[in-house]
């Protein structure tokens, strides 16, 4: 034997006794050392409501996605059941919009309405409300703005009005609480907010009514397909005066610690995918704290779409994206994959 044969050398070096693929072996070698599990149970389904009836309408930037009637949506909500989803939480598109949005606390507003149809038939299914105001204002912002006579002169025009958009939160949720939501989730990130609805909540005697805040939303692109979906564009402007920079992630922390001392029962984080390490840093640093990442409609659109044209396998691609986000540190995700991934799961 040669003094240096290299294969002698190799297969004494101590690294290469330790050989980690033989827990790759088999299927059931993997599954039993897999450390993230991927299961209905953590999945939310967002789902778009509207008046009419009979026909539901499909997003055309979202393959498989509906703006459904409420005639329609309960059937829905029993399937979403079945696969084992426990939650879904509802957007609304209001036959009317104005300045303040007052569909967005009707007793008859489409949200209310949904939530009462849903509650008859499938009584156990959480019904989480997002609560802003984008989708009910004819400017499209998630707030009172400030224009008009009585303007503020040290804000710019239109700006959206912290404090007197918290009056309208608060209204919503209590609408919504009284209509039977379990879970109401504040979605503007306008400060204050979770403190605000807490007390409207408890005031009316809603002391049970969770929160679900979007504590770390960020001005993102990837909600293009969703203002399609919500029809809820901003006529003009941006959301960047409330929603966070995608560049700060310690901004994060703060976020949270505000929402968690105003009541938050649990917090999102929002887009999932280009933010996983936000969510790590969250769970790290709130490991007791319940904590969902919302999926959004680009990210979702992205997958349909390259699997549309065969460039990318929908399966694995969903479910090991969806796996990363557990993975990252979240236990419920918002999706719209939810109920596909459900049936692959089963
Ligand atoms: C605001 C709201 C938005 C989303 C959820 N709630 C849109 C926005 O902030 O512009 C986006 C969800 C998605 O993209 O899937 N009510």
């Not at 912290?162 to 009284?178: F, K, M, Q």
Request: include cysteine; aromatic fraction near 8%.
């Amino acid at each position: 034997m040669k003094i240096y044969d290299p294969i002698e050398i190799q297969t004494r070096l101590p690294a290469l006794e330790r050989r980690p693929r033989r827990l790759r072996q088999s299927a059931a070698l993997r599954a039993m050392v897999r450390e993230t599990d991927l299961n209905p149970k953590d999945f939310v389904y967002p789902l778009f409501v509207r008046q009419g009836q009979g026909v539901r309408r499909e997003i055309r930037s979202m393959p498989g996605v509906y703006q459904w009637p409420v005639d329609l949506l309960v059937g829905e909500v029993e399937t979403i059941a079945k696969l084992g989803i426990p939650a879904v939480i509802l957007f609304g598109i209001p036959e009317h919009k104005d300045p303040i949005g007052l569909e967005n606390f009707a007793p008859d507003g489409i949200v209310q309405r949904a939530i009462r149809a849903i509650k008859q038939t499938t009584p156990e299914m959480v019904v989480i409300t997002d609560v802003c105001l984008c989708e009910y204002t004819d400017h499209g912002h998630c707030g009172v703005l400030n224009t008009g006579p009585d303007r503020d002169p040290h804000l710019p025009e239109g700006y959206v009005l912290n404090d007197a958009t918290l009056e309208i939160l608060g209204r919503v949720a209590v609408s919504h609480a009284e209509a039977g939501a379990d879970i109401v989730a504040p979605s503007g990130m306008i400060d204050g907010m979770v403190a605000a609805i807490r007390a409207a909540l408890d005031g009316a005697g809603f002391q049970n009514t969770l929160i679900l805040s979007y504590a770390v939303k960020y001005a993102s692109g990837f909600y293009g397909p969703f203002r399609d979906a919500a029809e809820s564009p901003p006529k003009f402007g941006d959301r960047k005066s409330h929603q966070m920079d995608p560049a700060n992630a310690r901004e994060a922390l703060k976020e949270v610690t505000l929402d968690v001392e105003q009541g938050a029962d649990l917090v999102m984080v929002k887009p999932a995918l280009p933010y996983l390490d936000v969510i790590y840093r969250v769970r790290q640093a709130y490991p007791e704290l319940p904590l969902a990442a919302y999926n959004v409609s680009g990210e979702y659109a992205m997958l349909k779409a390259a699997a549309a044209n065969g460039w990318l396998d929908e399966r694995t691609t969903v479910l090991e994206a969806l796996t990363a986000i557990k993975r990252a540190g979240a236990d419920l995700i918002l999706t719209y994959h939810a109920k596909q991934a459900a049936a692959w799961l089963a």
